[in-house]
């Protein structure tokens, strides 16, 4: 039988309003981020754990907990409404979140936190599994409370229908880091900055493939973490973690990335081995080209593999930074349909098109991809 694809899926059909199996079903609705109130991350166990350029951790002691610069902040607004534009041009519903008080210093019992980041990321905070939103148990005391600025959200998709849970709230206390981190380097042992005090995951470090979830350990993610998540997930789904080296571990969309059915983007220098089942349902391992960023761009938390954080709009719509030449002739090779906007502002300072974005309903149902 020929297979339908899900751009070819009926129209007439209405899911519900939270619904979001895989990252390529056709995108209905979004959540963008947003540049208000965005401070240089303050300085915290994670900091030297996750920031790849080591000469930056300076300015994080120095600048940490600060509003970003005037100019960084406007170069970035204008890649994020460039972006929003398409998506609206190409027919998806974008909201966004409410600012809050990002410069207020708070405490718990545990830590206090000289400020918040903002919220300029969304995937790394809510997790959307099919219908079912989850307040991700972060890793971060400086993000301790980035859900707020998507609650009015999540209580507008509760009230017409999604399921709406936190995991348990992490008490992020000294017994939850390694005393003494030091980040590994090439050829050493993979390890994070995590302890297995407590369960901690930021949902950024699953990605979504149908009835298979894919996650990595980072130091924002322990074991703990994906235990918690696979039991409160139940059978209905499989996590799988995937093995990868990285010095700076931290979220899986730039390092492994299923594209559409029987197509996964991987970082070829961070994957060290692709999860069985891949290889037996016949995928197609697309090694993502170098990234061609230019080494003199200023990048303050992510590496230029950033490239790879593609946003997909349908099977073969998809999102990528202008810039990234190889990248785009590569996924015109694959098949795919590569639409250009402006990123790299944006990206100096937070991360790439998925990690701007939560997808809130696509057009599909839960299947099994393998
Ligand atoms: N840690 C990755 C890198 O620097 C970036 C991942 C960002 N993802 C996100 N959802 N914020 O290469």
């Given amino acids: 039988m020929e297979r339908r694809t899900s751009n070819q899926r009926d129209k007439s059909i209405s899911y519900p309003v939270v619904n979001a199996h895989n990252e390529w079903d056709p995108l209905e609705e979004v959540i963008v981020g947003i540049v208000e109130g965005a401070t240089v991350p303050p300085w915290e166990a994670v900091t030297p754990a996750v920031v790849h350029h080591p000469e930056l951790l300076d300015f994080y002691r120095r600048h940490g907990g600060q509003p970003w610069s005037r100019e960084l902040l406007d170069a970035a607004r204008k890649d994020l409404d460039e972006f929003v534009h398409i998506l609206e041009a190409e027919?998806?519903?974008?909201?966004?979140?409410?600012?809050?008080?990002?410069?207020?210093?708070?405490?718990t019992p545990d830590f206090e936190s000289q400020s918040s980041?903002?919220?300029?990321?969304?995937?790394?905070?809510?997790?959307?599994?099919?219908?079912?939103?989850?307040?991700?148990?972060?890793?971060?005391?400086?993000?301790?409370h980035e859900n707020h600025a998507y609650k009015e959200l999540c209580k507008e998709y509760f009230r017409q229908g999604a399921r709406w849970v936190s995991a348990p709230?992490?008490?992020?206390?000294?017994?939850?880091?390694?005393?003494?981190?030091?980040?590994?380097?090439?050829?050493?042992?993979?390890?994070?900055?995590l302890?297995?005090?407590?369960?901690?995951?930021?949902?950024?470090?699953?990605?979504?493939?149908?009835?298979?979830?894919?996650?990595?350990q980072s130091s924002c993610c322990n074991r703990f973490g994906i235990d918690w998540l696979q039991r409160h997930l139940g059978d209905d789904y499989r996590v799988h973690e995937v093995e990868h080296f990285d010095t700076h571990p931290l979220h899986i969309d730039a390092t492994f990335y299923p594209l559409s059915p029987g197509k996964l983007?991987?970082?070829?220098?961070?994957?060290?081995?692709?999860?069985?089942?891949?290889?037996?349902?016949g995928w197609d391992i697309l090694h993502c080209p170098q990234p061609n960023m230019p080494a003199s761009h200023?990048?303050?938390?992510?590496?230029?593999?950033?490239?790879?954080?593609?946003?997909m709009l349908d099977e073969e719509?998809?999102?990528?930074?202008?810039g990234e030449d190889d990248l785009i002739r590569a996924f015109k090779n694959w098949g795919f349909k590569p639409i250009v906007c402006d990123f790299y502002h944006f990206e100096s300072i937070a991360g790439g098109f998925h990690c701007a974005t939560l997808d809130i309903r696509r057009r599909g149902k839960l299947e099994s991809y393998f």
Avoid: H
């Fill in 91 to 107: 027919g998806v519903t974008v909201r966004r979140p409410a600012p809050y008080d990002t410069a207020k210093s708070f405490s």
């Fill in 117 to 144: 980041c903002g919220a300029l990321m969304p995937r790394d905070v809510l997790l959307v599994i099919g219908d079912q939103i989850i307040e991700a148990p972060m890793g971060w005391r400086s993000r301790y």
């Fill in 169 to 193: 709230r992490p008490q992020l206390s000294d017994a939850t880091y390694k005393e003494n981190y030091v980040p590994p380097q090439e050829g050493e042992q993979m390890r994070i900055a």
């Fill in 195 to 216: 302890t297995e005090f407590e369960p901690l995951f930021d949902a950024a470090d699953v990605i979504k493939c149908g009835r298979d979830l894919f996650v990595i």
């Fill in 265 to 281: 983007l991987i970082n070829p220098e961070r994957i060290t081995k692709v999860p069985k089942v891949f290889e037996k349902g």
């Fill in 298 to 311: 200023p990048m303050y938390t992510c590496s230029k593999w950033l490239s790879m954080n593609v946003l």
């Fill in 317 to 322: 719509r998809v999102i990528v930074s202008k």
